[in-house]
């Protein structure tokens, strides 16, 4: 039996090493992981309450519509529940849209390069893939309205964008969805959407009710700290959601994670100084950055692409055997750069120390063999 042919070429997606695995590997007992951007502080404290109580309920199917928290997000977010849709992650908000809007004969409009989920899921559809290079980290607006056409479904902009951390401006955004044409739905991906400080970075809700053609994504995953129990979602005219809905699956979120979404809304409180200790520790890297001449991308997220002029591999490999785990940056196109998430002060402390011997002694066995 032959899988459909567009399968044929991909590999599942690969994940970070678990941490168990590296632990055998290297004799090591304690392993830091920053490679995936998940919150180095975890979720709520409510949150595990808010789940010790769903499991009294373990025997029942959750609510497919999530009721509860859809009021709850609505009014938080300040738009009608008709207009959200939920996911097992947002990453199945991308698998909703692309099964619901591409097929062969139709193409698909995202940067090169960013979130690898988009064109993942596109070429399972059979659809066409056209890439438009980042300049400097930044989406090419101008270079991806030239690569819509009639046959365009969906034009992807993840802002920020992982992995470069860069924003899309308001203005960018304005002029951009005045002119994408109508038959275009325009996916603005905003995993990062809470940690962004960057005061011109545009709050995209408003522009639903003039762009029926807008979707935006955001989820729990990152700065809610709630990446395991996969859950995210869609903002879109009724319209769309209505369209897409029978694309999702019955009963695509489970009660425990609607339970700990509600429970983390619900405090803010935590979420701020989640916040407020990222920007602390973006600062760490800028420095470290700074003093030793390294480029690197301002970033609006959670995570920081530095450029060590160096293979990737290698200067991740030295961190895996010391216990680190970060993204080497040679599989999201750029090979001497490694993504390394924000930790805790700490962790980012540690890193930064291990990184400053390598380059001292890669400084050094450069000067030798001269
Ligand atoms: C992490 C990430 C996601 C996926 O998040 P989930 O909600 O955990 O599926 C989507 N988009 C971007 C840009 C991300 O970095």
Redesign the pocket.
């Known amino acids: 039996m032959e899988a459909k042919k567009q399968l044929q070429n991909l590999t599942p997606y690969q994940p970070g090493k678990p941490i168990e695995e590296v632990k055998r590997e290297y004799g090591l007992t304690k392993i830091t992981k920053l490679a995936?951007?998940e919150n180095p502080y975890g979720s709520s404290p409510s949150v595990r309450d808010a789940i010790i109580a769903e499991t009294a309920h373990l025997g029942l199917y959750p609510d497919g519509y999530s009721a509860e928290l859809r009021e709850e997000l609505s009014e938080f977010l300040g738009v009608k529940q008709e207009k959200l849709i939920f996911?097992?992650?947002?990453?199945?908000?991308?698998q909703i849209l692309t099964r619901s809007y591409l097929r062969e004969g139709t193409n698909t409009v995202m940067a090169e390069h960013?979130?690898p989920?988009y064109k993942h899921n596109a070429i399972i559809e059979g659809a066409e893939i056209r890439e438009v290079p980042l300049i400097n980290g930044e989406h090419d607006l101008k270079g991806m309205l030239g690569a819509i056409d009639e046959n365009t479904r969906i034009v992807w902009l993840?802002s920020?964008?992982?992995p470069t951390g860069h924003y899309i401006s308001q203005k960018a955004f304005e002029s951009f969805m005045a002119e994408v044409p109508e038959h275009v739905l325009v996916v603005s991906?905003e995993?990062?959407y809470e940690y962004v400080v960057a005061e011109d970075y545009p709050e995209t809700i408003p522009y639903l009710s003039q762009y029926p053609n807008l979707v935006i994504?955001r989820?729990?995953?990152?700065a809610y700290g709630l990446?395991a129990l996969?859950?995210?979602y869609g903002i879109a005219d009724e319209r769309i959601i209505r369209a897409i809905e029978p694309a999702r699956e019955p009963f695509n979120t489970s009660r425990i994670a609607q339970a700990a979404a509600r429970a983390a809304i619900k405090d803010q409180d935590f979420l701020a100084s989640c916040l407020n200790r990222n920007r602390k520790g973006l600062k760490q890297y800028y420095d470290f950055c700074e003093k030793n001449g390294l480029s690197y991308y301002p970033s609006q997220?959670n995570f920081i692409l530095i450029d060590f002029n160096e293979d990737a591999n290698k200067l991740f490999q030295h961190l895996l055997e010391r216990g680190y785990i970060v993204r080497s940056g040679a599989a999201l196109g750029f090979p001497t750069s490694l993504r390394i998430t924000v930790g805790d002060e700490i962790q980012n402390k540690e890193i930064i120390s291990h990184l400053e011997t390598y380059l001292e002694t890669a400084a050094g066995i450069k000067k030798e063999t001269v």
């Open positions: 995936s951007n996911g097992n992650g947002s990453d199945e908000v991308v960013t979130f989920q993840c920020p964008n992982n991906d995993a990062y994504m989820t729990f995953s990152k990446a996969r859950i995210g997220g």
